[in-house]
């Protein structure tokens, strides 16, 4: 097989994995290719909106693992494929010099066991640090299973490393997979890698419907993730039914619940927003066809905000007013009074969402009946 | 507009370890100082009006008023053969495109919004456009 037939079976393969930094905080070596740190560069994007930044492939797409929704399990009938290291390493190096692509994410199925696995991964990730003295992003999928030493040497070579929690819990997890052991394959695995020094940190990512899991359950994942786990980031994507997989009859999942979770999780990464606040607003534990923010402030905003003088956690809990806006409103009481709902919409408020939820000048802004 | 020019402008490589491309009018040459910091183990050429600017190393830029062709025969090779990046990659990019693309998820309208039509003529986008308008008719996009 040669090299275009497996970009085009491992591109493919690998195309549901999500990642979007391509930016890392890890020092440029002086006269190698490449830097790690081009922030919000996307070298192109396809039709569905995505943005291509990284060269994103599996080393092979064979797997021993029988995952129900997926592509590359070992029942599915797809055709198989695996790159050499070098060859791999080559073609990538080919395009990123080039400009196409800002950085690497390299995943695969698992061949043989999680080791021999991650071995093949670290040997071409090895030639791209060592032979082609590439000095950019890179982002290694860790194999569930995979050992300590591995994981370690793994977080040597990449910026950021990844681990796909796919469900919440033991339980989803038996819904779509008789193999995979989600305490001893995946949960232990982030528990070695929380002690490792990456400097983009780890992330992870659901599979949104392939289990019958509820909203709660999974951000109550996510939430703990972030505090026991140093996770950087989760990721959503929604369930699309695969033919021949085992789930291939199974109801694709809506992509606004997938929204909607970023937009939770948003709340809690970006706005500091505890998850003890947002569990107010599920309703049979889901998320309710509405932005969150939204209806958080329904629930929890007793009074408008003064935004004279609210503090910056006050105004952040305004729907129209995000970590932008709040720090500028601070900043601009300083020296000025705020005078009127111009004077927000010049510091980046949304005022047609905010206004039904501050007070100005001692007056509400909104009019009679649009407070809720 | 500075992050478009960085995020599309696309390089060809020199055997004699060399990063070329010829940039769009709309497209500064002050480009180079990003590319020569990036990559400072290759000379950066970029040929913008009928001069090609060159650096490497983010140092001495120089610049000729010849097109990067005439330009290229006065430099010599100075990097291993394990450096050879010459191989032509579009079919590796149109191939890794499109293998990219989830069709239950299209969505034209994002794509338009996050490149802009007005790059469309520049020409350097050509795959992706070609993907999106052979899904859409024309008066659609
Ligand atoms: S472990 Fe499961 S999800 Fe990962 S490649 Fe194998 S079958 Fe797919």
Redo the contacts with the bound molecule.
């Keep these: 097989m040669n090299t275009l037939e497996k970009i085009k079976i491992l591109g493919e393969a690998g195309k549901y994995d999500i990642c979007a930094s391509s930016s890392s905080k890890r020092a440029s070596a002086n006269n190698g290719i490449g830097n790690p740190s081009s922030p919000g560069i996307c070298n192109s994007f396809t039709s569905d909106g995505r943005c291509i930044t990284l060269f994103k492939v599996l080393y092979s797409n064979s ?1 021993t ?3 129900k929704y ?1 592509q ?2 070992n029942n599915c009938g797809k055709q198989k494929a695996i790159f050499e290291s070098d060859e791999l390493a080559k073609t990538f190096m080919n395009l990123y010099v080039k400009n196409y692509v800002e950085g690497f994410f390299l995943s695969s ?2 061949i043989k066991d999680a080791d021999y696995t991650m071995d093949l991964m670290l040997e071409c990730v090895k030639l791209l640090r060592n032979k082609y003295l590439y000095n950019g992003y890179i982002h290694l999928k860790i194999i ?1 299973g995979a050992s300590r030493d591995k994981i370690k040497q793994a977080s040597e070579l990449a910026d950021r490393l990844s681990l796909n929690l ?1 469900v919440p819990d033991k339980s989803s997890m038996s819904e779509i ?1 008789n193999v ?1 052991d989600y305490k001893l394959d995946i949960i232990k695995r982030f528990r070695y890698m929380k002690k490792l020094q990456l400097p983009s940190g780890t992330t992870t990512q659901f599979v949104v419907g392939s289990a019958y899991d509820t909203d709660y359950k999974i951000m109550k994942k996510v939430n703990w993730m972030y505090s026991n786990m140093n996770l950087k980031r989760a990721y959503f994507s929604a369930f699309i039914p695969i033919k021949n997989t085992a789930f291939e009859n199974k109801i694709r999942e809506k992509l606004d619940r997938e929204h909607r979770l970023y937009q939770t999780d948003f709340l809690m990464r970006k706005y500091n927003i505890g998850f003890s606040e947002i569990k107010k607003v599920f309703e049979d534990e889901m998320m309710p066809h509405e932005d969150p923010k939204i209806l958080l402030a329904n629930k929890i905003l007793k009074e408008p905000i003064r935004v004279e003088s609210a503090n910056y956690e006050s105004l952040l809990k305004v729907p129209g007013i995000g970590p932008v806006s709040a720090k500028r409103i601070i900043d601009y009481r300083k020296n000025a009074k705020i005078k009127n709902l111009d004077s927000l919409k010049s510091l980046g408020v949304i005022v047609k969402r905010a206004k039904n939820y501050i007070e100005l000048n001692n007056s509400f802004q909104a009019k009679i009946g649009e407070y809720c | 507009m500075m992050h478009h020019m960085i995020a599309y402008t696309r390089f060809e490589y020199s055997k004699k370890g060399i990063l070329y491309a010829k940039i769009p009018d709309e497209f500064s040459p002050s480009i180079i100082t990003h590319f020569s910091a990036k990559f400072p183990l290759f000379y950066i050429m970029l040929e913008y009006k009928g001069k090609t600017y060159v650096q490497k190393n983010n140092e001495n830029l120089k610049i000729f008023n010849d097109k990067i062709e005439k330009v290229l025969k006065n430099y010599e090779s100075f990097l291993p053969d394990s450096f050879d990046f010459s191989k032509d990659s579009i079919n590796d990019w149109d191939i890794f495109y499109d293998s990219q693309y989830i069709k239950q998820r299209k969505n034209t309208k994002l794509f338009h919004h996050f490149i802009p039509k007005k790059l469309k003529h520049l020409g350097i986008l050509t795959k992706e456009f070609s993907s999106i308008d052979g899904n859409k008719k024309l008066t659609e996009i």
């Design positions: 797997c693992h029988d995952c997926c590359n399990s199925g698992i569930p796919e997979s995979k």
